[in-house]
């Protein structure tokens, strides 16, 4: 029985190699040189063509190759009841919270000037501003939001939440629903998205949530393009309301090469790296989900598929 492998973001030869070391037992098909449609049992994806997953009569589990599945969802074809898992690897959550770790404590000392004040050769001390005056209010709660949420208290930051289900976390101000969500906007200096993209989530950061942010206030996204309405961003930027952002994530990728992101001095653009899933960390989730689904049971990180995550 195999793993059908469909991704062209990730390396067929890293999972292969990771996967055998684990279990020498299962095969492995790369889409779409896949030749045995009967012997798939579960299909590992990124961005899949949509219907790749039809006709694999004993499909039994769909596995993210990411902690986000809206590519999945975007398959209008995709099999019905077939249990969707997403990843949560320890490795993939560090590199995000070392990423936004990185974006917070960048905005949060200024860097942005120091540098631009060292390519005019000015030796100008930026003193650093108190932490109180960087709270900040992260969106999405989840594996992620609460691994960097952790790191932000530790550093000595306010942070608070907003997720969908009410939530009680010892030193973090929560937040759910819709009338958290204003509540959260006021009082976030940095405001990071770490929201999964659903279409409750979608287009989320825009203009309105922008006006409830303070002055100054900064925007951080590293979920996905999507929640964000660029122009909308760059609006208020431009019109001197918010202070920056930090992307990592575009509607459109590759951001093309005329997106006037690229060269704002306000924004900070990087490729979608923040957290790259690493094959040989992830790996055992997934045999381990697939031992799951051969006997009948739902695999680890099931995502339920009225919520999209
Ligand atoms: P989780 O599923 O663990 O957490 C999702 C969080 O979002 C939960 O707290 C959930 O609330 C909250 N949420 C979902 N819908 C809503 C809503 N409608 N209103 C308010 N809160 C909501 O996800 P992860 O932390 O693992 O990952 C988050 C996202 O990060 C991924 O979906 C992916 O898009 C992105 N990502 C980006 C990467 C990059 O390289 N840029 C790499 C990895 C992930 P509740 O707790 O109530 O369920």
Same mark, same amino acid.
């Given at each position: 029985?195999?793993?059908?492998?469909?991704?062209?973001?990730?390396s067929?030869t890293?999972? #292969?190699?990771?996967l055998a070391?684990?279990?020498?037992?299962?095969? *492995?098909?790369?889409?779409?040189?896949?030749?045995?449609?009967e012997d798939?049992?579960?299909?590992? $994806?990124?961005?899949?063509?949509?219907?790749?997953?039809?006709?694999l009569?004993?499909?039994?589990?769909?596995?993210? +190759?990411?902690?986000?599945?809206?590519?999945?969802?975007?398959?209008?074809?995709?099999?019905?009841? $077939?249990?969707?898992?997403?990843l949560?690897?320890?490795?993939?959550?560090r590199?995000?919270?070392?990423y936004?770790? +990185?974006?917070v404590?960048?905005?949060?000392?200024?860097?942005?000037?120091?540098?631009?004040?060292? @390519? +005019?050769?000015?030796?100008?001390?930026?003193?650093?501003?108190?932490?109180?005056?960087s709270?900040?209010?992260?969106?999405?709660?989840?594996?992620?939001?609460?691994?960097?949420?952790?790191?932000?208290v /530790?550093?000595? *930051?306010? $942070?608070?939440?907003? &997720?969908?289900t009410?939530?009680?976390?010892?030193?973090?101000?929560?937040?759910?629903?819709?009338?958290?969500?204003?509540?959260?906007l006021?009082?976030?200096?940095?405001?990071?998205c770490?929201?999964?993209?659903t279409?409750? &989530?979608?287009?989320?950061? /825009? %203009?309105?949530? *922008?006006? &409830? +942010?303070?002055?100054?206030?900064?925007?951080?996204?590293?979920?996905?393009?999507?929640?964000?309405?660029?122009?909308?961003?760059?609006?208020?930027?431009? /019109?001197?309301?918010?202070?920056?952002?930090? !992307?990592?994530?575009?509607?459109?990728?590759?951001?093309?090469?005329?997106?006037?992101?690229?060269?704002?001095?306000?924004i900070?653009?990087t490729?979608? !790296? %923040?957290?790259?899933?690493?094959?040989?960390?992830?790996?055992?989730?997934?045999?381990? /989900?697939?031992?799951?689904?051969?006997?009948?049971k739902?695999? #680890?990180? @099931?995502?339920?598929?009225?919520?999209?995550?």
């Amino acid at each position: 029985m195999s793993i059908l492998f469909i991704s062209k973001a990730d390396s067929p030869t890293e999972w #292969q190699q990771a996967l055998a070391s684990l279990d020498p037992e299962i095969g *492995f098909q790369v889409w779409p040189d896949s030749r045995k449609p009967e012997d798939i049992e579960a299909a590992l $994806v990124w961005k899949h063509p949509p219907g790749a997953l039809l006709g694999l009569p004993n499909l039994k589990l769909i596995q993210s +190759l990411g902690a986000g599945v809206d590519h999945i969802f975007m398959d209008p074809r995709l099999p019905k009841n $077939v249990p969707i898992a997403r990843l949560v690897d320890s490795e993939l959550t560090r590199q995000m919270v070392e990423y936004v770790v +990185l974006a917070v404590l960048s905005r949060h000392r200024r860097l942005d000037l120091i540098r631009g004040a060292q @390519l +005019l050769r000015d030796w100008q001390v930026i003193p650093p501003v108190p932490i109180s005056c960087s709270r900040v209010g992260i969106l999405g709660f989840g594996e992620i939001g609460r691994a960097t949420g952790n790191s932000l208290v /530790n550093l000595g *930051f306010k $942070v608070a939440s907003w &997720t969908r289900t009410p939530h009680t976390v010892g030193a973090v101000t929560s937040y759910h629903g819709p009338e958290g969500f204003t509540s959260l906007l006021e009082k976030s200096d940095i405001l990071i998205c770490l929201l999964p993209l659903t279409a409750k &989530t979608r287009g989320l950061l /825009n %203009a309105e949530a *922008f006006a &409830t +942010l303070p002055t100054d206030a900064y925007v951080i996204n590293v979920a996905r393009g999507a929640h964000l309405i660029e122009q909308d961003l760059l609006a208020a930027i431009d /019109n001197g309301h918010l202070s920056g952002a930090w !992307l990592d994530v575009f509607d459109a990728e590759p951001l093309p090469s005329n997106h006037p992101f690229w060269a704002h001095p306000k924004i900070v653009v990087t490729p979608h !790296l %923040a957290g790259l899933t690493v094959a040989s960390s992830a790996a055992s989730q997934v045999v381990h /989900n697939l031992q799951l689904v051969r006997i009948g049971k739902p695999p #680890q990180n @099931l995502v339920d598929p009225t919520v999209g995550y």
